[in-house]
């Protein structure tokens, strides 16, 4: 029993360590982020709880260690609790909708995961973002702008790493 549960930590932290360093290539392509689906798979792979606490730690890593300085307190808890949204959208993904790699309505049922996943935490974030910085209806306009680069990006990301999705939960463990 100790095993299990000091192998489902191990594995928390290392999603929201990968999730940290998956960040940086936005360096290179802004709003494309890897992290979404790290995190997603963290869900995905070790359940609720594990998705949430991985998602809300590898973006607090993200927001907190930011190379452009830490966000205003209020943003950077939108973003952890939104992060923790995208791991319990891997959850509840395994749940209602397991991969079957060979059904083809499986790679765009992911993609509307992706979608979902990315719209959440995009979204909440834009708002948060507008209440806080204002003129709100302005900035959450420009801020949805950039969302939907991420958006897109997920759209795409999420179904063409289906495989990956499968293969991770069944090294966690879970099958």
């Given at each position: 029993m100790t095993f299990g549960y000091t192998k489902s930590l191990v594995l928390t932290a290392l999603f929201a360590g990968?999730?940290?360093?998956?960040?940086?290539?936005?360096?290179?392509?802004p709003n494309v982020s890897p992290a979404f689906l790290v995190i997603f798979i963290a869900g995905y792979s070790l359940g609720i709880s594990r998705g949430l606490l991985a998602g809300g730690l590898?973006?607090?890593?993200i927001s907190y260690f930011n190379p452009?300085?830490?966000?205003?307190?209020?943003?950077?808890?939108?973003q952890i609790i939104f992060g923790a949204g995208i791991?319990?959208?891997?959850?509840?993904?395994?749940?209602?909708s397991p991969i079957?790699?060979?059904?083809?309505?499986?790679?765009?049922?992911?993609?509307?995961?992706?979608?979902?996943?990315?719209?959440?935490y995009m979204g909440g974030i834009s708002l948060i973002d507008?209440?806080?910085?204002?003129?709100f209806k302005q900035r959450f306009l420009i801020s949805l702008g950039f969302s939907i680069l991420t958006i897109l990006s997920n759209l795409i990301i999420f179904p063409l790493l289906v495989p990956l999705i499968k293969s991770v939960r069944e090294m966690a463990g879970r099958t």
């Open positions: 990968q999730a940290f360093i998956a960040n940086f290539f936005m360096l290179f392509l590898g973006f607090f890593l452009y300085g830490m966000p205003l307190l209020p943003l950077l808890a939108g791991g319990l959208c891997g959850a509840v993904a395994a749940r209602i079957k790699l060979h059904s083809w309505p499986t790679y765009p049922l992911y993609a509307l995961w992706g979608v979902l996943a990315s719209a959440i507008a209440l806080l910085l204002g003129p």
